[in-house]
């Protein structure tokens, strides 16, 4: 668990565990995220009840036996999730890319609604901040959905995951960084055991995070620092290239295009150096690279 500083990040009010004893819900609970967050909340003592669509799946056996209740729901299908809400007061989900990504958002919160759930934890990304993400983007009209609802709500926006670098070695290597923002740019990044900490840090202390929307971060830098940290970790030079960004996004698969125009010209922010000096135990970058395979990399 993250050591915790005062600061005056924000202006709180400490509760002890304020859900010791309930059940949490946990949603995709075999996916990364919400196995992170399934970790955390085992590590506190808290019990989970594991919503899957697939409870006979190999993940969803191993979650049972930890002892996490795991039960069948699906975010598309309200009567299952109605179901699996029985008996809690908190939930977690969050969804990947979908083509329904937006329209199963909505369902989730219609039940929580309906459940009368007190607490719903949704995690988002930082590119789907309303007035400043992505406009039209699925996460976005989800957010927009539960911040206009009367679901009681915490909201977390991860920047991009350290997890995108897993098995890239090669590729930085041999080709670099290809970038078409330039050297003094800011990037964020996040390690997904953090994204479980924070929602495990929301679901204990509802009275301080309910009503709270945050960008989430571990760490922060510019591209500049983020080349010489690759070259630092890896005991290579790493190349730095910046491409124009019509060129460069002509290189990227046209669905991924309108993000990465909006990296270019908005980008990922957070109050990294806030977050830090209350959880000091974020992971930053380097620290992800070298716990990874990344130190002193050979081919």
Request: glycine share 10%; net charge negative.
């Amino acid at each position: 668990m993250k050591g915790i500083v005062g600061c005056m990040f924000w202006l709180v009010l400490l509760v002890g565990s304020a859900v010791a004893g309930e059940t949490v819900l946990v949603g995709g609970a075999t996916g990364r995220q919400g196995a992170a967050v399934v970790d955390e909340l085992l590590e506190r003592g808290l019990k989970v009840r594991a919503l899957t669509r697939k409870p006979a799946s190999a993940d969803a056996v191993a979650l049972a036996e930890r002892g996490v209740e795991v039960v069948q729901g699906d975010y598309g299908d309200k009567a299952s999730l109605l179901r699996a809400m029985e008996g809690v007061e908190r939930m977690f989900f969050y969804s990947g890319f979908s083509a329904n990504e937006a329209e199963e958002g909505s369902t989730v919160i219609a039940a929580a609604a309906e459940a009368g759930l007190r607490q719903l934890v949704y995690s988002s990304g930082a590119a789907a901040e309303p007035g400043v993400g992505v406009e039209g983007s699925a996460k976005m009209q989800v957010e927009l959905t539960l911040l206009e609802s009367d679901v009681p709500y915490t909201v977390f926006r991860p920047v991009a995951f350290m997890e995108n670098f897993d098995r890239q070695q090669k590729r930085f290597s041999k080709a670099g960084i290809v970038e078409s923002r330039g050297p003094e740019r800011e990037l964020c990044f996040i390690a997904i055991d953090d994204i479980g900490f924070f929602v495990a840090e929301a679901l204990e202390n509802p009275d301080e995070w309910t009503g709270q929307a945050v960008n989430i971060a571990g760490d922060c830098m510019t591209v500049a620092h983020y080349v010489e940290t690759f070259s630092t970790v890896m005991g290579q030079e790493i190349d730095y290239t910046r491409m124009p960004l019509e060129e460069y996004l002509q290189t990227l698969p046209k669905p991924l295009r309108p993000l990465f125009e909006w990296y270019d010209r908005v980008g990922y922010t957070a109050d990294v150096e806030g977050l830090r000096q209350r959880y000091p135990e974020l992971i930053t970058l380097e620290q992800y690279l070298r716990t990874t395979g990344w130190e002193n990399w050979q081919d």
